[in-house]
């Protein structure tokens, strides 16, 4: 019988990436590494608000409502006064059963 340990075989893929690298040297190595160079464009707000709400809507169906709130407070830093964040908030601190900050939040609900 053969350890897990023991067993471990490089693909055809992975044996000609590390042989390019190996082939670059140092100088390569570091011209892969250096994302400086690339051309990123700036996220929108829109994208940033939506990076909070898929982040809290993963805790909230992790049922983690204090990460959830740390999301959707750091969200606020970053747009403050956004109405849906705010009730997203309220709802959440009612999840972890703090009412009364709950109560403080503003709420925006017609």
Known sequence: MIAAESVFVMSDEDKNAEEYVEEMG???????????????AEP???????????????????????????V?????????????????LADVLVQKGDIDQALKVPLHRS
């Open 72 to 88: 959707f407070r750091e969200a606020l830093k970053f747009k403050a006064n956004d109405p849906d964040i705010m009730d997203a």
């Open 26 to 40: 140092e100088d390569g190595e570091e011209m892969m590494d250096d994302g400086d160079d690339m051309d990123e």
């Open 44 to 70: 929108t707000e829109q994208e940033e608000v939506q990076s909070f709400w898929d982040l809290a809507d993963a805790c909230v169906q992790a049922m983690d409502f204090e990460a959830a709130e740390k």
